[in-house]
């Protein structure tokens, strides 16, 4: 556990991932879930540098590949963050595990991870080797390339039916965005607030500063 959440190619990912790419890899134990609970609300790193805010602007059903661009930067950013700690110059040296963790990792919009989906099978990560699983040690050599081939047959199929599942989140998220969301209209010649940016807001408010300026 403490070695896919923080070890080599360990990107501090959350209790469910955690627990959903244990199983992925193929380990298991009665009270992983809860183990994988306690251990993210106890890693300081993941606290220290959470998320403040969860805003669902572009993982909207029109969102374009700009957009899930900008969502993968934004977690792998986070991930270095939390890996990093004091040493931010030396993200180009663990830029690579940190994506091999991405990659390697199933996703909410597809249920799949990035890897399976543009190789067909899932990838080989560092706790296999240092710990091997039963898969790994009853390893048949014919049986693997068989198995393979079928991966590759079946990974055309695999990718429409992810691409379905993507859809289906999108169109999730925005429904529940779309609650939350009040109309309104304006007419010209309406006041409006303005959002009060950082820059503007007075140092001597504090959080006590307003979030909006105007009326204009």
């Known amino acids: 556990m403490n070695e896919i959440h923080e070890g080599v190619c360990g990107n501090h990912i959350g209790r469910r991932a955690l627990a959903a790419k244990i199983i992925q ?4 134990w009665p009270t992983m879930q809860r183990d994988c609970i306690v251990k ?3 890693c300081d790193n993941c606290q220290r540098y959470a998320a403040i805010s969860m805003k669902p602007a572009e993982v909207l059903h ?3 590949t700009n957009g899930q661009a900008k969502a993968a ?14 040493a931010k110059g ?32 899932e990838a080989l990560i560092p706790i296999k080797v240092g710990i091997p699983t039963l898969r790994a040690k009853l390893y048949n050599q014919n049986h693997n390339i ?10 055309e199929e695999d990718r429409d039916v992810t691409a379905i599942k993507q859809i289906a989140m999108k169109q999730l998220v925005e429904r529940r965005h779309n609650k939350k969301v009040v109309p ?26 307003a979030n909006w300026e105007g009326p204009f």
């Open 40 to 42: 993210v609300k106890t």
């Open 25 to 28: 890899t193929g380990y298991y």
């Open 146 to 155: 068989s198995t393979r081939k079928a991966e590759l047959d079946l990974v």
């Open 90 to 121: 030396e993200w180009a040296d663990l830029i690579s595990e940190i994506l091999w963790s991405y990659n390697t990792t199933k996703q909410t919009t597809t249920g799949e991870t990035p890897f399976k989906l543009v190789y067909g099978t």
């Open 184 to 209: 309104r209209t304006f007419n010209e010649g309406d006041l409006v607030l303005r959002r009060t940016e950082e820059a503007r807001r007075s140092p001597s408010h504090g959080k006590l500063a």
């Open 73 to 86: 930067n934004r977690i792998i950013l986070q991930a270095m963050r939390k890996k990093l700690i004091g």
């Open 62 to 64: 029109n969102m374009e």
